[in-house]
């Protein structure tokens, strides 16, 4: 948190799904990114934590998935959903590119 932090990014965390009430309290509502390792506890992934805070909030939502997963079919299902996987151990300069594209004004048409 804190390099996301130090980049000038307001952040929250959340230890389970029923903090995430909380988390987003904290930011005001609603969260412009979230930021999920993929193997939580209690069976939970990533992409639970994603759909829970996309449910919560009106507004549109970017995600990272990071994971230290190395299976094959794993990585292949990981890379198929519709945000970007980071691989453990993140490279900073790797997630401040991924961050400030996903966070980044829609360009006029």
Do not use: N
């Not at 506890?41 to 639970?48: F, H, S």
């Amino acid at each position: 948190m804190a390099l996301l932090e130090g980049w000038g990014l307001k952040t929250a965390h959340a230890e389970t799904t029923d903090g995430l009430g909380p988390a987003l309290e904290r930011l005001g509502g609603a969260a412009d990114l979230v930021i999920a390792d993929y193997r939580l506890a209690d069976d939970v992934t990533g992409d639970d934590v994603i759909d829970e805070v996309a449910r919560r909030q009106a507004t549109p939502l970017a995600a990272i998935i990071v994971t230290g997963d190395t299976g094959p079919q794993r990585l292949r299902s990981l890379h198929g959903q519709a945000w970007p996987v980071l691989h453990k151990p993140v490279d900073p300069d790797e997630l401040a590119k991924v961050t400030a594209a996903l966070l980044a004004p829609a360009a006029p048409r």
